[in-house]
């Protein structure tokens, strides 16, 4: 029989990386006062919103799954990679016959109180099951490369029958990041990356029209402001307008007039920016920045090669999706409807990273604990 590991209070109290904490809830907080202006107008002035409560259930929920995690040690988690995937395969096939279907797309359940997003917590499934693959498999050679681009494809192609583009890129990222860090040789790397560049004409044939269009008004939102451009148009004048110092917490107008749409999940990053300016839009950046930098000193300073690399998927989830969800408010990346981590408001992508994090926690204190 394997071993079980444990993790006392006593460990997560001494090895506890309390600098990833402390981010982890200046950033939060930093989200949910940025879903309160969002969620408010000037006719209901500061009154608290739905959207605000829920997420701060929700934030409450994930400290409570981040403490699980923790004490359930990352070793015992991993043990269940294999069957976690096959249910979330399980589940996203279940998901095209019965999902909920909103703006053209059908990627949640809807269970009432609560739509499930499966592709979010796939997302930290994704990151144990490659790690669990590579460090079995490293992808060195044909085989190892197939049996991660079996599994990466196997999930990667039912989101995308969704359609999903925006969460396939994420786990995309993800595949790539674990290949670097698992020591692919580089000239099996720009094979890929020319073969997949290749494959970018195929990839526009199999997109829905709305996604062309997305792609399109990238590249000019001005040949359809009113319709596909008008996202786009709006951001770009919410983050400018901030200035270097910003309007001010609750005085920005492009949400509270409902030129800015979905300002609480897609282009929360504009309202923050709007009223906190460039200084204050900075220093979220950098905040973001150290939360990567902390999950990467994780990665380096564990021995366990399977720790290592899920470490690194999961920092390459979230740095894709800050990437883009920043880049896309300033016009600089399509528009995708990815969440920015721990600012947009949404349950199914709260909870999950909390589990990312808690993960991360736990290979860190494992790896004190072992050192010290």
């Not at 309202?271 to 990665?299: H, K, M, P, Q, Y």
């Given at each position: 029989m394997?071993?079980?590991?444990s993790t006392?209070?006593?460990?997560?109290?001494?090895?506890?990386?309390?600098?990833?904490?402390?981010?982890?809830?200046?950033?939060l907080c930093?989200?949910?006062a940025?879903?309160?202006?969002?969620s408010?107008?000037?006719?209901?002035g500061?009154?608290?919103?739905?959207?605000v409560?829920?997420?701060?259930?929700?934030?409450?929920?994930?400290a409570v799954?981040?403490?699980?995690?923790?004490?359930?040690?990352?070793?015992?988690?991993m043990r269940?990679a294999?069957?976690?995937?096959?249910?979330?395969?399980?589940?996203?096939?279940?998901?095209?016959?019965?999902?909920?279907?909103?703006?053209g797309?059908q990627?949640?359940?809807?269970?009432?109180?609560?739509?499930?997003q499966?592709?979010?917590?796939?997302?930290?499934?994704?990151?144990?099951?490659?790690a669990k693959l590579?460090?079995a498999l490293?992808?060195?050679?044909?085989?190892?490369?197939?049996a991660?681009?079996?599994?990466?494809a196997?999930?990667?192609?039912?989101?995308?029958?969704?359609?999903?583009?925006g969460?396939?890129?994420?786990?995309?990222?993800?595949l790539?990041?674990?290949?670097?860090?698992a020591?692919?040789?580089a000239k099996?790397?720009a094979?890929m990356?020319a073969?997949?560049?290749?494959?970018?004409?195929l990839?526009?044939?199999?997109?829905?029209?709305y996604?062309?269009?997305?792609?399109?008004?990238?590249?000019?939102?001005?040949?359809?402001?009113?319709?596909?451009?008008?996202?786009?148009?709006?951001?770009?004048?919410?983050?400018?307008?901030?200035?270097?110092?910003?309007?001010?917490?609750?005085?920005?107008?492009?949400?509270?007039?409902?030129f800015l749409p979905?300002?609480h999940?897609?282009?929360?990053f504009?309202?923050?920016s709007?009223?906190?300016?460039?200084?204050?839009?900075?220093?979220?950046?950098?905040l973001?920045?150290?939360?990567?930098?902390?999950i990467?000193s994780?990665?380096?300073?564990?021995r366990?090669?399977?720790a290592?690399?899920?470490c690194?998927?999961?920092?390459?989830?979230?740095?894709?999706?800050?990437?883009?969800?920043v880049?896309?408010?300033?016009g600089?990346?399509?528009v995708?409807?990815?969440?920015?981590?721990?600012?947009?408001?949404?349950g199914?992508?709260?909870l999950?990273i909390?589990i990312?994090?808690?993960?991360?926690?736990?290979?860190?204190?494992?790896?004190r604990?072992?050192?010290f």
């Amino acid at each position: 029989m394997a071993e079980k590991y444990s993790t006392g209070w006593g460990d997560i109290r001494a090895y506890m990386d309390w600098s990833m904490v402390v981010v982890t809830l200046v950033l939060l907080c930093c989200g949910i006062a940025a879903i309160y202006s969002a969620s408010s107008s000037f006719a209901n002035g500061a009154a608290v919103s739905s959207f605000v409560l829920r997420q701060m259930a929700w934030g409450t929920m994930g400290a409570v799954l981040y403490i699980l995690v923790l004490k359930a040690d990352y070793r015992n988690v991993m043990r269940f990679a294999w069957p976690l995937f096959a249910a979330i395969i399980a589940i996203f096939i279940l998901l095209l016959v019965a999902g909920h279907t909103a703006k053209g797309s059908q990627r949640w359940f809807n269970l009432g109180f609560f739509r499930f997003q499966p592709s979010e917590l796939g997302k930290v499934i994704f990151a144990l099951t490659l790690a669990k693959l590579c460090s079995a498999l490293p992808p060195h050679n044909i085989k190892g490369i197939g049996a991660a681009l079996l599994a990466a494809a196997s999930v990667i192609s039912l989101i995308m029958l969704q359609p999903d583009l925006g969460s396939a890129l994420v786990y995309a990222a993800m595949l790539a990041a674990v290949f670097v860090a698992a020591g692919t040789p580089a000239k099996i790397l720009a094979a890929m990356a020319a073969a997949g560049a290749a494959m970018l004409p195929l990839g526009w044939l199999i997109l829905k029209p709305y996604q062309r269009m997305r792609l399109l008004v990238f590249l000019d939102p001005m040949i359809d402001p009113q319709g596909a451009g008008y996202n786009v148009i709006q951001s770009r004048i919410a983050v400018g307008s901030g200035g270097l110092f910003g309007k001010g917490f609750m005085r920005g107008t492009q949400g509270k007039l409902h030129f800015l749409p979905e300002p609480h999940t897609d282009f929360i990053f504009s309202v923050f920016s709007e009223e906190f300016g460039f200084i204050g839009a900075t220093i979220v950046i950098l905040l973001f920045a150290v939360l990567l930098w902390r999950i990467l000193s994780v990665s380096l300073y564990t021995r366990d090669l399977r720790a290592k690399l899920m470490c690194v998927a999961i920092a390459a989830w979230l740095w894709f999706q800050i990437m883009e969800s920043v880049a896309m408010s300033m016009g600089l990346a399509p528009v995708t409807g990815l969440p920015l981590p721990l600012f947009s408001y949404g349950g199914s992508s709260l909870l999950v990273i909390a589990i990312g994090l808690g993960l991360v926690q736990s290979v860190n204190i494992v790896a004190r604990k072992e050192r010290f």
